[in-house]
């Protein structure tokens, strides 16, 4: 059982840069391939960055990619995602998820790869 919790979400301005975090409890942390997901009102929650178990590996989003960094600290079992110039279409809540099995396969883009799910943080970029 791993519980994640995001934070770091808030409202920016086009242009700014933003860190999530997403802080998980026990200590198989770095057994955990972690994801990030977001969902903008209206829409389906969908794929923005993918990181596997050591960090060698990384996946993002055509929509994030040159922009967006997602990062990991296995001592602090934090996962981050570093936001820069951000856009209005940014705006969603973000969400952070585990693969206990720390796979990070071939379909590490749906959420079904997924068994442990934080609550998410708003994130808003005005038109």
């Known amino acids: 059982q791993v519980q994640l919790v995001e934070s770091g979400g808030t409202l920016v301005q086009t242009g700014d840069s933003l860190r999530l975090s997403c802080a998980a409890s026990?200590?198989?942390?770095?057994?955990?391939?972690m994801v990030w997901f977001r969902q903008a009102p209206g829409k389906e929650r969908e794929f923005v960055a993918a990181?596997?178990?050591?960090?060698?590996?990384?996946y993002y989003a055509d929509s994030v990619k040159e922009r967006f960094t997602i990062s990991r600290d296995n001592a602090k079992n934090t996962v981050y995602l570093q936001m820069n110039s951000l856009k209005p279409e940014d705006t969603a809540v973000y969400y952070c998820?585990?693969?206990?099995?720390?796979?990070?396969?071939?379909?590490?883009?749906?959420?079904?790869?997924?068994?442990?799910w934080g609550q998410g943080t708003q994130v808003t970029v005005p038109s």
């Open positions: 998820a585990a693969d206990s099995r720390g796979i990070l396969g071939n379909y590490y883009y749906r959420e079904r790869s997924y068994d442990y």
């Open positions: 026990g200590r198989t942390f770095s057994n955990y391939a």
């Open positions: 990181i596997s178990r050591s960090g060698g590996r990384t």
